[in-house]
């Protein structure tokens, strides 16, 4: 007779833990959609949609510690906290792109217009591969091939995640750098929205690394599969569900459109001048 299938066969989950996340995600949503709306902005959309998939994903989690033999949930639960991340990491990118057309596209190694469409397409694939390899360890108990095959494809996605987001910080710094010695106090008002993105970005690549040593250990020569990271929850919540929800919480308080115009036609010319043609090139603008 086969075994009946249950969640969290690593550990006994902590429910005031998924509830108390359940609460801060919806908090976090909520702000986020509400702040959006009042500033008549659309290109926050991503860091929205993540922090919804960590709220649904904690819900199904909650569902799941009091349901624990129903498969799909505590499979989804799982998938949505993986790629949350990588759905946050995109509006990191497409905000620093928007810094600088708003500085000047001559401040940056590579021009702008290649900036968010490259590291977002990798973004995505980083995204499917997770969401693949993230089913397939959690959804598969029984196959030791197919749970070394999902192991291979997740720990692929947050590798493509890691390598695009450090060669994106570096990128990010250069530009900084640049333009802080060359435009001083044109730029200055620019600094904590600078200071918010290097602080995000910490927390998304601490949690990446906790996931990609936590899948690298795992040792499938046990049923289940056995891992320091992977049979103890409190590493999920404060390597996982906090910096991500820290990395959220920075751009309530330090909200973008603070410090960026709406418009990616505006920008900052060499005499404080506000214009498009003085600072980004025709060819920037579409």
């Known amino acids: 007779m086969p075994t009946q299938y249950s969640s ?5 989950p902590n429910e005031p833990a ?12 909520g702000a986020h959609v509400w702040q959006s709306w009042r500033a008549k902005i ?54 620093v792109g928007r810094a600088i057309l708003y500085v000047g596209p001559g401040y940056a190694i590579i021009r702008p217009s290649w900036i968010t469409p490259t590291f977002v397409t990798l973004d995505i694939i980083s995204i499917a591969t997770q969401g693949i390899g993230s089913g397939v360890i959690f959804g598969d108990t029984t196959s030791l091939t197919r ?13 493509i995640q890691l390598v695009a987001f450090v060669v994106f910080l570096l990128l990010a710094i250069w530009f900084d750098v640049k333009t802080t010695r060359s435009l001083r106090d044109k730029v200055l008002h620019l600094r904590p929205f600078m200071n918010a993105f290097y602080t995000s970005g910490a927390l998304i690549l601490l949690r990446s690394i906790y996931r990609a040593i936590e899948f690298l250990s795992l040792d499938f020569s046990t049923h289940p599969a056995t891992g320091y990271f992977f049979n103890v929850e409190w590493a999920y919540y ?15 308080i330090w909200y973008p459109a603070k410090y960026l115009p709406k418009s990616k036609k505006v920008a900052i010319s060499k005499d404080e001048e506000y214009t498009m043609t003085h ?8």
């Open 18 to 29: 998924a509830i108390i996340f359940i609460v801060v995600f919806g908090l976090l949503f």
């Open 8 to 12: 969290f066969s690593q550990f006994e």
């Open 147 to 159: 749970l070394k095959v999902g192991r291979v494809i997740l720990i692929l996605g947050l590798f």
């Open 279 to 286: 600072s980004v090139p025709q060819e920037e603008r579409s």
């Open 238 to 252: 404060v390597l996982d569900a906090l910096p991500i929800a820290l990395a959220t919480l920075i751009y309530n």
């Open 42 to 95: 659309l290109y926050m959309w991503p860091l929205i949609f993540a922090t919804a998939l960590e709220f649904v994903g904690y819900v199904l989690r909650e569902y799941c510690i009091q349901n624990r033999h129903e498969k799909t949930p505590y499979i989804l639960s799982q998938v949505f906290v993986i790629i949350a991340p990588a759905c946050l990491a995109a509006v990191l990118y497409m905000l």
